[in-house]
């Protein structure tokens, strides 16, 4: 069984950055899209970024411009650069691998922004 581990969370003032990454326990195959999701108190999750493997990007309008997602396919690895964050941007974030056969998430990270 695949296991997504998400670190990097934490409490910010606004304004500042953080990076998030995530690691799988073992080597993933036929990797599709790697993304990372948010849910905040009381909202559904939604999509924040995502990548596919041949490096295509997409990101929610709320964080463009100010968010960043790359992925190292060697190590499958995903990371966010988050810049310029805002107290909105304060929710639990999850990594997410969606391969040919099968759809992985993490356990999540808290990311808190203080205003």
């Known amino acids: 069984q695949v296991q997504l581990v998400e670190s990097g969370g934490g409490l910010v003032q606004a304004g500042g950055s953080l990076r998030l990454s995530c690691a799988a326990s073992?080597?993933?195959?036929?990797?599709?899209?790697m993304g990372w999701y948010r849910q905040a108190p009381g909202k559904q999750r939604e999509l924040v970024a995502d990548?596919?493997?041949?490096?295509?990007?997409n990101y929610a309008d709320s964080v463009k411009g100010r968010f960043t997602i790359s992925r190292d396919n060697a190590k499958n690895t995903v990371s966010l650069q988050m810049n310029s964050l805002k107290p909105e941007d304060t929710a639990v974030y999850y990594c997410?691998?969606?391969?040919?056969?099968?759809?992985?998430w993490g356990q999540g990270t808290q990311v808190t922004v203080s205003s």
């Open positions: 990548i596919t493997g041949g490096g295509s990007t």
């Open positions: 073992r080597i993933i195959f036929s990797i599709n899209v």
């Open positions: 997410r691998v969606i391969t040919g056969f099968a759809d992985y």
